[in-house]
T-cell receptor, first 118, second 113 residues
Framework: KQEVTQIPAALSVPEGENLVLNCSFT??????LQWFRQDPGKGLTSLLL?????REQTSGRLNASLDKSSGRSTLYIAASQPGDSATYLCAVVKRANAGGTSYGKLTFGQGTILTVHP | NAGVTQTPKFQVLKTGQSMTLQCAQDMNHEYMSWYRQDPGMGLRLIHYSVGAGITDQGEVPNGYNVSRSTTEDFPLRLLSAAPSQTSVYFC????????????FGDGTRLSIL
């Protein structure tokens, strides 16, 4: 069974710091890994998608890396801002078995609650 | 620029009542899915669809029905609401389940009394 773990559970940093969020998964047979942001009382916003054949993806101040063999991904946020405060979730889509488990199912970590204070 | 639209945003039901949560997307995505989000349990897949006319069960399907008569719409029906179904429900869509980003709606917050 695929399990996804995110460390740390919560992080509080001053504005301007560079920071790293960690995500690990137990089964390396994945299609892709996706990072999301969730603001309180809101839905999930897709930040970055990394295919299993890729090593990293970048969007603005965000950079996500993937080491599939070791079951790890990191989300790097450069020059953090108060507007970055949110819960960050990583999720993987496991490759379907021959028996046909839930296709396209995202398995989520519990998230990292990020607070960036001015 | 609507993306994935869910209605209603909030709903309170009594035990035993039925209702339908609506989900619509305007991106012509083939793959759509429903998740519920609960404290300590994270997000769990309820049902999914790989195209119009095709649906299948996720990991927590009991008490819920779905149908996919059009590409755009994927409603979730609660047959007889139970307090255990109190949750936040999210609909998601994607071009493909395996190699494209999945996009979520803003959710429906449902309370069952």
């Amino acid at each position: 069974k695929q399990e996804v773990t995110q460390i740390p559970a919560a992080l509080s940093v001053p504005e301007g710091e560079n920071l790293v969020l960690n995500c690990s998964f137990t089964d390396s047979a994945i299609y892709n890994l996706q990072w999301f942001r969730q603001d309180p009382g809101k839905g999930l916003t897709s930040l970055l998608l990394i295919q299993s054949s890729q090593r990293e993806q970048t969007s603005g101040r965000l950079n996500a890396s993937l080491d599939k063999s070791s079951g790890r991904s990191t989300l790097y946020i450069a020059a953090s801002q108060p507007g970055d405060s949110a819960t960050y979730l990583c999720a993987v889509v496991k490759r379907a078995n021959a028996g046909g488990t839930s296709y396209g199912k995202l398995t989520f970590g519990q998230g990292t609650i990020l607070t960036v204070h001015p | 620029n609507a993306g994935v639209t869910q209605t209603p945003k909030f709903q309170v039901l009594k035990t035993g009542q039925s209702m339908t949560l609506q989900c619509a997307q305007d991106m012509n995505h083939e793959y759509m899915s429903w998740y519920r989000q609960d404290p300590g349990m994270g997000l769990r897949l309820i049902h999914y669809s790989v195209g119009a006319g095709i649906t299948d069960q996720g990991e927590v399907p009991n008490g819920y029905n779905v149908s996919r008569s059009t590409t755009e719409d994927f409603p979730l029906r609660l047959l007889s609401a139970a307090p255990s179904q109190t949750s936040v429900y999210f609909c998601a869509s994607s071009w493909s389940a395996s190699n494209r980003a999945q996009h979520f709606g803003d959710g429906t917050r449902l309370s069952i009394l």
